[in-house]
């Protein structure tokens, strides 16, 4: 009898509020309801931009600052790393891949994809306007245009006042 692979989802994440939701909501929807018995393998992908990029100048005193820079961003990987395991933990999700990548997240994320051959992307989105996207760049829609593999775009739900 062939084992079949199940299908791997990868879910993207940094340190917003919009991505540990989109963890969660991914886990609620694909993973505990089936309890260990979910037809996707779960890869998270935390992106660890480099130093030099968060920086942001040269000159003097750039080289001494980038030790520092560097722990920081370290530190800043191991608490979203950690936050992502405890909510698995929490929705008795264990079998979960969890990678830190380095460098730009459109990049690492797209990269994932193919290492892993994934079937779904899954990122939350930050609601930024239209501008405000053009000018910083959108994470989730270059991934929508780049990435070998369906991209799903979980977006918090707006609180009624």
């Known amino acids: 009898m062939a084992t079949t692979e ?3 989802m990868v879910v993207g ?20 309801p089936f309890a260990s018995n979910s037809p996707f393998s779960l890869v998270i992908i935390h992106s660890k931009p480099s130093p030099s990029s968060t920086i942001g100048f040269a000159g003097p ?5 980038l030790p520092y820079v560097e722990a920081d961003l370290k530190k800043i990987a191991a608490r979203v790393i950690e936050k992502a395991k405890e909510i698995c933990i929490s929705k008795s999700v264990n079998d ?11 990049n690492v994320l797209c990269e994932a994809v ?9 990122l939350g989105s930050h609601g930024y306007g239209a501008i405000k996207r053009a000018v910083l760049g959108s994470v989730s829609d270059y991934c929508a245009h780049h990435a070998h593999c369906t991209v799903m775009i979980v977006k918090r739900p707006k609180i009624k006042h």
């Open 61 to 65: 005193g750039a080289a001494d600052v």
């Open 114 to 122: 193919e290492k892993h051959h994934a079937s779904i992307l899954v």
């Open 13 to 32: 994440l940094d340190d917003s509020e919009h991505s540990f939701y989109a963890l969660e909501w991914t886990l609620d929807h694909f993973f505990t």
């Open 96 to 106: 979960v891949i969890v990678e830190v990548g380095e460098g730009d997240a459109r």
């Open 6 to 8: 199940k299908s791997v």
